[in-house]
């Protein structure tokens, strides 16, 4: 991002176009495929869950080589999920074609087409490529929770989202379940004509309250990448 895409991002922020945040933990901090990650305490048996894959599972792979942890890789868009099966993929890499969001059981997803790459919302109205109820794929949705206990897994090490603004109640949903969620990595999608700003303003504000704190920030100010404090903390004292 160049220099003018900065000052665009400021004045946006400066007339409450943007959210406003800004870093509020200084730590070790790495790149996987335009991930920012902290590090501390991931090794191969950390476990990873990637919401919202596509065709692009560049940071799924990355992690794997980098730690040889297993990713649990969700996206129930059809394209996507025939796309995955055509991959030569890593015993470490696990996928599964469901949607994630506050509830178990059947929902209504509706294509968009950013920038002519399909991806599925639960949105009807936005401001790309808004289509009507006819345009819905019924499919499978479940719960963090759920797929924690039909896993077997008790905690979440780096939780990456990229859902296409469901991300707003699958916070609120592992919040009040009292997931143990270490790293959290999500793309806000106040850009949505229907997702008001201030529906990400009160996330931070939820997520801080629960003990988390941003240790990284995107210049377009929409990626952010969380750090549960206590449990890094935590893994500082036992290095």
């Known amino acids: 991002m160049g220099f003018y895409s900065k000052i665009k991002t400021r004045v946006r922020q400066l007339f409450g176009h943007e959210v406003t945040a800004r870093v509020e933990l200084q730590?070790?901090?790495?790149?996987?495929?335009?991930?920012?990650?902290?590090?501390?305490?991931?090794?191969?048996?950390?476990?990873?869950?990637?919401?919202?894959v596509g065709d692009d599972i560049g940071f799924d792979k990355g992690l794997i080589v980098a730690y040889n942890c297993n990713v649990h890789a969700f996206d129930p868009t059809p394209r996507w999920i025939e796309w995955i099966k055509s991959q030569d993929l890593s015993p470490q890499f696990h996928f599964y074609p469901y949607a994630i969001g506050g509830r178990d059981g059947r929902m209504k997803l509706f294509p968009r087409m950013p920038k002519g790459k399909p991806s599925s919302t639960m949105l009807t109205v936005m401001n790309e490529g808004a289509k009507d109820e006819g345009d819905g794929i019924d499919v499978t949705v479940k719960r963090l929770s759920t797929l924690m206990a039909e896993l077997g897994v008790?905690?979440?090490?780096?939780?990456?989202?990229?859902?296409?603004?469901?991300?707003?109640?699958?916070?609120?949903?592992f919040l009040a379940a009292q997931l143990s969620v270490y790293q959290l990595l999500v793309e806000f999608h106040h850009r949505f004509s229907s997702v008001p700003l201030q529906k990400t303003r009160d996330t931070l504000d939820k997520l801080y309250k629960a003990g988390y704190r941003i240790f990284y920030i995107t210049e377009k100010a929409r990626e952010y990448s969380f750090i549960h404090l206590d449990t890094y903390e935590k893994y500082l004292r036992e290095a």
């Open 154 to 173: 008790s905690h979440i090490d780096i939780l990456k989202m990229d859902i296409e603004a469901a991300e707003y109640e699958v916070i609120d949903d």
């Open 27 to 52: 730590c070790e901090c790495c790149n996987i495929h335009d991930w920012r990650i902290c590090p501390v305490g991931i090794d191969r048996n950390s476990e990873v869950f990637s919401l919202g």
